[in-house]
């Protein structure tokens, strides 16, 4: 019915099709789906994965196919993980009451919700005066409260060394203390990939090649599935830059990175990205703002 | 500084480089970028269209480039339409008071509010039996207040003409007295298309093959440029179902449309689409709940 449900058992929410989070916990074995009329077909026969026309042929019923990178994070357990899992119990019945200590795959979730820092002075040139304005603080604080009424147990506050991803996560963490707290200068604001469709306010272009980089490492280095180490799902907040949240998600779905134009961020919203520990990943909303007034959303 | 600055100048949106919107009508010619010292290069030169792994070599500065199909609509304008614009002296100086009746190239905004349906009564078949429930009719005049404390002004709603679809908008529109309101099966639930990550949830071939063309029918019908007849942006509600709206904002966004299962939508979020006249899309938010108190969040 609520957050719980969701962060639960998950079974409605599989009803539904959305193909979320926790119902994997419940199935990870391939052996609560072969009971089904229709098994998934193999994509390399059933579908030409060379179509890429975005208004290809619909009408057929074949999508201009492109296989899903299952091993994205250079994560994906070998077999002899697998059968070490096995042997530990794990895979085999993962609601089993057994120590999950030295298992090989994972078995947590791992939600990144991602918060664009709140609105700041433009009109300065350096960093370090760059801060919030009042009403960046005021958002900050609506945020931290949002995510406090959520209910949810966040683990860990990272945020970017820019000034105003810093004071935006100095407010939030003021409703979360005791929660572990870092920065990361991968996560300050860049230019990641030049972008289609081409943007008016194009780049030079050792630009995207240097903040591409670091972007691309900021992706490769906190968005991945969970440790098998990690014996519980994850909370973690992540404070930084739109252009750097935009460019995330769409690598984080295999969606085309350059896309991340055709995205956009309020100040103070939040992006929750889901990566269940079979490497799936789930965008759960993107640049939610609605814990802000009307009158207090910005851009 | 708050949603009339996005609505209206949107020039702190540009400089954000988020290409926001209204800025396209205070410079649809090309004239006011030619002074930027760094023009946009010809991608077909600049780079590689083949390249289409999602996890390439980003090192080099280079991405995996899919061009922009412009024409996505089929509703780009010729040469001959833009030198009658111009005769009309649109094109030119859209700031010009003029009678702009007759001009043949879009000069409006069209932002599309996609709502899912609230929370229902699952336990019945038929779908005059599947009603909202208290929560879910609760969930619905949040919709309703949210909508009308954000103060723009709702051009049209449509709903499909499922029984949840059409509760919930009956009590959105009781919001927007006076609004023009329609029905249309197209936009019914359905599965858009096989998905990729396969789904345990996998549905007939033929499920697949009449939903598809049914639900892109959809897409190519309600989901276009302004026409140059519209003078006036547009706020636009369509009250529907989640994987027609996850469907959707993948064509839109020329994302792979098999990637709708990587989003998730929560019962009675707000998921806004902008197509501004030049035929850009912006994704403003996907599947916003934030107006909804954290124990009345369903999916």
Chains 1, 2 share one sequence.
């Not at 603080?137 to 945020?159: H, M, S, W, Y």
Request: proline fraction near 7%; charge should be positive.
């Amino acid at each position: 019915m609520a957050w719980s449900s969701r962060l639960g058992v998950g079974v409605i929410a599989f009803a539904s099709g959305a193909a979320v989070t926790a119902f994997v916990k419940a199935a990870s074995s391939d052996s609560g789906f072969t009971r089904r009329t229709f098994s998934v077909p193999d994509h390399k026969f059933f579908h030409s994965s060379e179509r890429s026309t975005p208004t290809g042929d619909f009408s057929n019923g074949i999508p201009p196919y492109k296989v899903w990178e299952k091993d994205w994070d250079r994560r994906e357990p070998c077999a002899a993980d697998r059968r070490k899992s096995l042997r530990r119990g794990i895979a085999e019945d993962p609601t089993r009451e057994v120590k999950r200590e030295g298992t090989a795959i994972p078995t947590a979730n791992r939600h990144l919700l991602f918060i664009r820092h709140s609105h700041f002075n433009r009109k300065e040139k350096k960093d370090e005066e760059r801060g919030l304005t009042p009403l960046g603080r005021e958002q900050a604080a609506l945020i931290g409260q949002r995510l406090k009424a959520l209910g949810i147990p966040i683990t860990v506050l990272v945020d970017s060394t820019m000034t105003r991803a810093k004071e935006t996560a100095d407010i939030i963490a003021s409703f979360f203390l005791g929660v572990p707290r870092s920065q990361t200068d991968l996560l300050r604001k860049g230019a990641p990939v030049s972008p289609e469709p081409p943007s008016r306010n194009w780049k030079q272009p050792q630009i995207y090649f240097s903040d591409g980089a670091r972007i691309e490492a900021a992706f490769r280095t906190l968005v991945h599935r969970a440790n098998p180490e990690q014996l519980t799902d994850s909370y973690e907040l992540y404070v930084c830059h739109s252009k750097v949240i935009r460019y995330i998600v769409c690598r984080a779905l295999q969606f085309p990175p350059e896309g991340w134009i055709r995205l956009s961020l309020f100040h103070g919203s939040i992006t929750w990205l889901t990566i269940q520990p079979d490497g799936r990943v789930i965008l759960q909303c993107l640049g939610d703002v609605g814990h802000l007034p009307f009158d207090k959303v910005t851009s």
